[in-house]
């Protein structure tokens, strides 16, 4: 049924300043847009997408809490994502978790009120070995 990760959403009431703090964040620029309401950006080894939606389009309340799900991305050095992440503005929302052997987890809240996951994951390592 689920073939693989396709699209995460965040929702940004300011969608020109989650544009520009998530080009600096990854170091590229949207490729795609739909002027006034969605930025997209392709992300790591698959060219999994990052879409950033204006936040009157968001189907619950941002306001409440940061969003919902968390989706992990993986990171080579976690201690670098967070140091990076914690200067970017962005405040913890779960902090560093050994969660087994290989996988360790760290959450974010961003300005804009989404949890922005990274993981050093092992096994994300070994499948993307196995298929080069």
């Known amino acids: 049924m689920l073939r693989g990760f396709a699209t995460v959403t965040y929702f940004a009431e300011d969608l020109d300043a989650a544009k ?11 490729y795609f847009e739909v002027p006034g ?3 997209e950006f392709r992300v ?3 060219g999994h997408e990052l879409g950033l939606v204006k936040g009157s389009w968001a189907p619950h ?3 409440a809490a940061p969003g919902g799900a968390i ?5 080579d050095d976690l201690d ?12 913890e929302h ?17 300005p804009f009120g989404n949890v922005l996951g990274v993981m050093f994951n092992q096994h994300y390592l070994d499948v993307l070995g196995a298929q080069r």
């Open 20 to 30: 520009a703090w998530y080009a600096e964040l990854l170091g590229i620029e949207a």
């Open 37 to 39: 309401g969605y930025a």
């Open 44 to 46: 790591g080894d698959y």
């Open 61 to 63: 309340d941002m306001a």
């Open 71 to 75: 989706a992990y991305w993986h990171v």
């Open 80 to 91: 670098a994502a967070i140091a990076r992440l914690t200067a970017m503005g962005a405040v």
């Open 94 to 110: 779960e902090p560093k978790t050994v969660r087994g052997e290989g996988f360790v987890t760290a959450s974010f809240a961003d």
